[in-house]
């Protein structure tokens, strides 16, 4: 081989490794139990997006590009899909899809403690997510309950299983490499919840492998791995000071609320909240339910209208809260025709939306469209 073609020889072995990592289809971990599947060609799916101001202790990332968003079940901690462009496609029930070079389908299932849920009338479905990327399958079980006979027979060929960190769980999917999430998150955030860390659950575990990175390339056979933890990434922050502090001002009208009622007080608190927090609706919702109690409607109307203009990306699950109350201030102001739009939105949103809810405005629908 003579010198001068050596540069081009060179040149064209590198653009091949280029070529081949640019082909490896990739999973990135954003936090909680929110993932982007990417393929070879760059199509990008977000799973299970999360709210940034429920619970959580930090914030969903900004610029978060997807092609499409897939949702298990309509909680604030799985569906924070307004954060995407209303051009974004979103799929949340079963079925079979796809989009460009990614297929995937939807299997229905139900959220854990599924009868408990569905007395209050909430929403108890929970979709499992079976992503086909070149050829490899990654499935996301959301909340489900231990999946059925009949799920995890589906469920047999997925290379990747992303799941709640339970035996009951891992222990149905030998031949997956198995992918917890929805564990508490302490080197992000001081906030407690509900959680627990996943080091306990990985005490004992063979064949555990933990990331130092967000971002891993799929292997259709993996040899060794049988538990694949990510870290969170690098773009999720704890909230901030001033949430905090929006916080303690919403326990200590509720607080007051207990106690002694002093209306002023508690008002004052709920005003401290929306002032320290102006881009999330808890404050606002807190201080309407206030209000309506009172039945000082037309300040209610004027509170909750408020919010809707200054909050651009309110969690679904307060959002219909307070567009019922919303749409319950309006009849007791005889304004029906602005109660009929809330209710028109209640409605439409049934996947989403409390069922008694849902109930309630079908039926206010019916009647006023029956008396126009």
């Known amino acids: 081989m003579s010198k001068r073609n050596f540069p081009f020889l060179l040149f064209l072995f590198l653009m091949s490794c280029v070529t081949i990592q640019a082909q490896s289809p990739k999973i990135e971990y954003i936090a909680h139990a929110a993932f982007v599947i990417e393929s070879s060609q760059g199509t990008r799916v977000?799973?299970?997006?999360?709210?940034?101001?429920?619970?959580?202790?930090?914030?969903?990332?900004?610029?978060?590009?997807a092609d499409f968003v897939l949702i298990t079940h309509p909680h604030y901690d799985h569906d924070g899909s307004q954060y995407f462009s209303k051009n974004t496609p979103v799929y949340r029930d079963a079925g079979a899809y796809q989009f460009k070079d990614i297929v995937f389908k939807g299997?229905?299932?139900?959220?854990?403690?599924?009868?408990?849920?569905?007395?209050?009338?909430?929403?108890?479905?929970?979709?499992?997510?079976?992503?086909e990327v070149d050829g490899i399958k990654?499935?996301?079980?959301?909340?489900?309950?231990?999946?059925?006979?009949?799920?995890?027979?589906?469920?047999?060929?997925?290379?990747?299983?992303?799941?709640?960190?339970?035996?009951?769980?891992?222990?149905?999917?030998?031949?997956?490499?198995?992918?917890?999430?929805?564990y508490l998150l302490p080197e992000i955030t001081k906030h407690k919840n509900w959680m627990q860390p996943v080091d306990g659950w990985l005490t004992d575990k063979k064949g555990v492998v933990q990331l130092a990175t967000n971002t891993y390339k799929l292997i259709q056979d993996e040899a060794s791995t049988k538990i694949l933890v990510f870290t969170p990434s690098?773009?999720?922050?704890?909230?901030?000071?001033?949430?905090?502090?929006?916080?303690?001002?919403?326990?200590?009208?509720?607080?007051?609320?207990?106690?002694?009622?002093?209306?002023?007080?508690?008002?004052?608190?709920?005003?401290?909240?929306?002032?320290?927090?102006?881009?999330?609706?808890?404050?606002?919702?807190?201080?309407?339910?206030?209000?309506?109690?009172?039945?000082?409607?037309?300040?209610?109307?004027?509170?909750?209208?408020?919010?809707f203009v200054a909050v651009p990306?309110?969690?679904?699950?307060?959002?219909?809260?307070?567009?019922?109350?919303?749409?319950?201030?309006?009849?007791?102001?005889?304004?029906?025709t602005l109660a009929y739009s809330q209710y028109v939105w209640l409605s439409r949103h049934d996947r989403i939306v409390n069922r008694m809810t849902i109930e309630k405005a079908e039926a206010f629908i019916k009647n006023y469209l029956a008396n126009k």
């Open 234 to 307: 690098s773009f999720v922050q704890e909230w901030s000071q001033e949430y905090y502090a929006a916080l303690a001002a919403m326990k200590e009208g509720s607080e007051l609320q207990k106690a002694s009622g002093d209306f002023e007080m508690i008002l004052t608190a709920y005003d401290k909240a929306i002032m320290l927090a102006p881009y999330v609706m808890d404050g606002y919702y807190a201080k309407a339910v206030t209000l309506s109690r009172k039945q000082n409607y037309q300040e209610t109307i004027a509170v909750l209208q408020k919010a």
């Open 46 to 65: 977000v799973l299970d997006p999360y709210h940034s101001y429920r619970q959580m202790g930090f914030t969903f990332p900004e610029d978060i590009s």
């Open 107 to 131: 299997i229905a299932s139900k959220h854990s403690f599924a009868e408990q849920i569905g007395k209050s009338g909430n929403q108890n479905y929970n979709t499992i997510w079976v992503v």
């Open 138 to 182: 990654i499935a996301h079980l959301g909340d489900n309950e231990v999946p059925t006979t009949e799920e995890v027979k589906q469920l047999a060929d997925v290379d990747y299983i992303i799941g709640h960190p339970r035996d009951a769980y891992f222990t149905l999917f030998p031949n997956a490499v198995y992918i917890p999430n929805h």
């Open 313 to 336: 990306d309110m969690d679904w699950g307060v959002e219909a809260k307070a567009r019922a109350l919303l749409a319950e201030a309006y009849i007791a102001t005889n304004q029906s």
